[in-house]
């Protein structure tokens, strides 16, 4: 594979506009300074797009708030400097920093929940966002905002920008903060994790428009990303930072090709694969301190149990199932009918994997809490082991749910933080079998998703992201249920991590049973997890089969439409994306 250069489809190779110089960055902490970059440089140019992988708490977002004047107070820069338009953005006067902002260089900010302002519309904060720094009208900077929306993947523009961030779903959240970024057409843009909420279809196109917006105005990018697909779909530069280290710097497919470091060999190996599917993925193997200490830790695999067989019982039998909500266009239009899930039929075998993919809105979330009971359905039944959940009266529901959990996307915001280990993990016990010795079975299923025993005493914020999924995973588990629904389980995870939840996925299925509905816009999580495939849109499932079959054959063109979109690494790169 050739390193690729695509800057040389815009002309001369670029000015430099953005450097940093051998900067370092620590804490302040009780116990004195925990550094947090480790003497990093780095330069981007005029019509190029570098990207910055690594792990969560390697660096990246310390980084991305540096080169925007952004530290928080308790930061300290023990050495190095960040330059941009002639200005050292970390010791600029605040009035330099704001005419910069969002004019000159923009940043895409990862959580768009937490960055939009939940009081203001969506698009009163676009415009005000252009009228802070261009000369226009509030109706010319509307038009421009409307224009904006289109182009990062909203269908309806005008509705959004009427709508406030809690009636938009996550990823409609992201393309509006895109959409605010690129709005006074930036010399630099900072995205931190701009496509982690998308789906596959979404994804491409906004991954189009930072290509088109890096190609047509020559704007910088700087795409901070643990998505190894998404680097090589886009980017001419790679630079990999472990622990605050710069492991490495290539062009993208040198990089790909030949990993000089053992980092970045390690990550590339635990990425799944589509061709792969059902097997054990290599995770980082490393010492007490954190350190690398093998480039992959090969553990044998446990017994990997094929597709289900033919003849095994059916454990979940979803008929004719519907929802509708009512929304309003605006406050003096009459509600109108949203329908969710529309006669929607799935089964799920027992012990086996149904993968369900679809864009963000199209209703899996709303399926997955109709199984769970959380919400009422218009119509159709959820039969489980041949009961009919709908028509259980409100005793024999709650005795029906120890059979069937829910594994949240977020394993941030789905533990308390103010209860330790051992009381969210025995939380289903203490409802429903108080008396049972709950440290006992805590420290069971602490073992059984690979956490030491002492972790009980200790908080959710003294875990990292992959080991808090393994405590929420734990706490599933607690009541031993037949059915565990994976909401997104993996996709706030980076992509080491990722491989260690996904193994432990398949470890527990084949220890405990279980069956999973897993629930994903990872086209290549999916086929890695799943032995039956369910395709859902608007509502709708229009396909579904064996894994092999949907992948290698879909029928339906809207499955042709999401694998096609799908990052594929060590493939000939398009000479351009598509872009809407």
């Not at 917006?213 to 530069?237: C, F, K, P, S």
């Not at 097997?279 to 350190?291: E, F, Y």
């Not at 008929?319 to 969710?340: I, V």
């Not at 037949?482 to 299925?509: G, P, R």
């Amino acid at each position: 594979m050739e390193g690729r250069n695509r800057r040389s489809d815009c002309g001369m190779p670029g000015r430099e506009v953005l450097k940093i110089d051998n900067l370092s960055v620590a804490f302040k902490t009780g116990e004195g300074l925990r550094t947090a970059v480790n003497g990093v440089s780095l330069a981007l140019t005029s019509g190029e797009i570098l990207g910055l992988v690594g792990e969560s708490g390697s660096g990246k977002t310390i980084l991305s708030l540096a080169a925007m004047g952004l530290l928080p107070r308790n930061a300290v820069v023990t050495s190095g400097r960040v330059d941009f338009a002639g200005e050292n953005l970390l010791t600029a006067r605040p009035d330099v920093l704001r005419k910069l902002r969002g004019k000159r260089i923009s940043m895409i900010f990862q959580d768009p929940m937490a960055s939009l302002d939940p009081v203001f519309s969506c698009g009163s904060q676009i415009v005000e966002a252009i009228l802070l720094h261009e000369r226009m009208t509030r109706r010319q900077a509307g038009e421009r905002a409307r224009d904006l929306l289109a182009r990062v993947g909203i269908a309806d523009p005008a509705r959004c920008m009427r709508s406030y961030p809690h009636e938009l779903s996550g990823g409609q959240c992201q393309r509006v903060m895109i959409a605010m970024a690129v709005a006074c057409k930036p010399d630099v843009i900072i995205a931190d994790e701009p496509t982690t909420a998308l789906d596959v279809t979404v994804q491409k196109q906004v991954l189009g428009l930072l290509r088109s917006l890096n190609q047509e105005m020559g704007a910088a990018i700087l795409l901070i990303t643990h998505d190894l697909g998404v680097i090589y779909e886009v980017a001419d530069r790679v630079a990999v930072i472990y622990r605050g280290d710069l492991m490495e710097e290539a062009a993208t497919g040198d990089l790909f090709a030949t990993p000089r470091s053992p980092y970045t060999e390690a990550l590339i190996a635990s990425m799944p694969s589509v061709s792969a599917p059902k097997t054990r993925l290599p995770v980082i193997g490393r010492d007490g301190s954190g350190a690398i200490a093998s480039i992959v830790e090969a553990r044998p695999a446990r017994r990997l149990r094929p597709v289900a067989e033919p003849e095994s019982t059916t454990l979940l039998n979803i008929r004719n199932l519907t929802k509708t909500f009512w929304t309003r266009q605006s406050a003096l239009s009459a509600p109108q009918p949203f329908r969710a899930v529309d006669d929607v039929s799935l089964t799920i075998r027992a012990r086996s994997t149904l993968g369900l993919v679809g864009e963000s809105g199209c209703g899996k979330s709303t399926l997955s809490r109709l199984v769970m009971r959380l919400m009422q359905p218009d119509s159709g039944s959820i039969e489980f082991e041949g009961r009919d959940l709908v028509s259980l009266d409100h005793d024999r529901l709650r005795a029906a749910r120890r059979d069937f959990a829910l594994v949240f996307q977020n394993p941030y915001g789905s533990l308390n933080p103010r209860q330790t280990v051992v009381d969210l993990v025995a939380a289903p016990i203490d409802i429903h079998e108080k008396g049972r010795d709950r440290e006992a079975t805590v420290a069971r299923l602490l073992d059984a998703v690979g956490l030491p025993r002492d972790a009980m005493r200790r908080y959710p914020h003294e875990f990292s992201g992959g080991q808090r999924q393994r405590i929420v995973v734990a706490r599933a588990l607690a009541l031993k249920p037949k059915l565990l629904i994976c909401d997104e389980a993996v996709s706030a995870l980076d992509v080491s991590v990722q491989a260690q939840v996904l193994n432990l996925l398949q470890d527990l299925q084949d220890e405990f049973d279980l069956t999973y509905l897993f629930i994903s816009h990872d086209m290549s999580v999916v086929r890695h997890v799943s032995d039956t495939i369910a395709v859902m849109q608007k509502g709708r499932i229009v396909e579904t089969g064996p894994a092999a079959d949907v992948f290698d054959n879909p029928q339906a063109e809207y499955t042709r439409t999401l694998l096609s979109a799908v990052p594929k690494i060590g493939t000939a790169q398009p000479t351009a994306l598509e872009v809407r």
